[in-house]
């Protein structure tokens, strides 16, 4: 997609369908290659970073690794949720909307738990806009979309986490009301 391409206005969120598929591969695709020169010891070089199995998980299909565990276990990994920000109205369909960046949240609700207290946690996994065009506005509008969905479906707390080379979305989170809850270490062995 071409910077001019897209217009300023007339821009909304959606959930994402299996028609965004090839769109939502693209931009994750970017955001792969960006992690990987910044980490390559941590992010594998690979040309395919978003098996279309795993983009059916990110439309809300259950997944469950947690062994089957006993009845009523709450499953060890999350469900997600992917919404697409494109021009056109809400609701267009994928084939008449051009994606142009993604929104991946997962619920982490606690329940249950005999440390932590129960809480109805939504997490950003990942933002993404098409690199041709930030600095227009969607991730901002990605993000509060969002924390006005979270509220909606009952959620307590946005979280999320950021890479410590990636001071632009630190940044750009903390300029939201996003602040630090915990600081994650590591050590070369």
């Known amino acids: 997609m071409s910077a001019g391409a897209f217009p300023a206005r007339g821009v909304s969120v959606r959930p994402a369908a299996t028609g965004d598929y090839e769109e939502v591969r693209r931009l ?16 594998k070089p690979i040309a395919e970073a978003l ?10 299909a259950p997944d469950r690794r947690d062994g089957g565990g006993p009845p009523g276990a709450v499953p060890a990994v999350p469900r997600y949720s992917l919404y697409v920000a494109g021009a056109g109205p809400p ?4 084939a008449t909307s051009a994606v142009a960046g993604y929104l991946l949240l997962a ?21 993404c806009v098409d690199e041709s065009l930030r600095g227009r506005g969607l991730g901002g509008l990605l993000f ?31 300029s939201r009301g996003m602040v630090p809850r915990t600081t994650r270490l590591e050590k070369a062995l």
């Not at 249950?112 to 939504?122: E, F, I, M, Q, S």
């Not at 410590?164 to 630190?170: P, T, V, Y």
């Open 28 to 43: 994750k695709n970017q955001i792969h290659a960006m992690h990987v020169a910044a980490r390559p010891d941590f992010f």
């Open 51 to 60: 098996p279309f199995g795993l983009f059916e998980r990110w439309l809300g």
């Open 91 to 94: 609701g267009a369909p994928a």
């Open 107 to 127: 619920d982490a609700t606690l329940a249950d738990d005999p440390v932590y207290a129960d809480r109805r946690r939504w997490v950003l996994e990942e933002l």
């Open 144 to 174: 509060g979309f969002a924390g006005e969905e979270g509220r909606r479906l009952g959620y307590v707390s946005l979280e999320l986490s950021v890479w410590a080379w990636n001071g632009a979305a630190e940044r750009f989170y903390r």
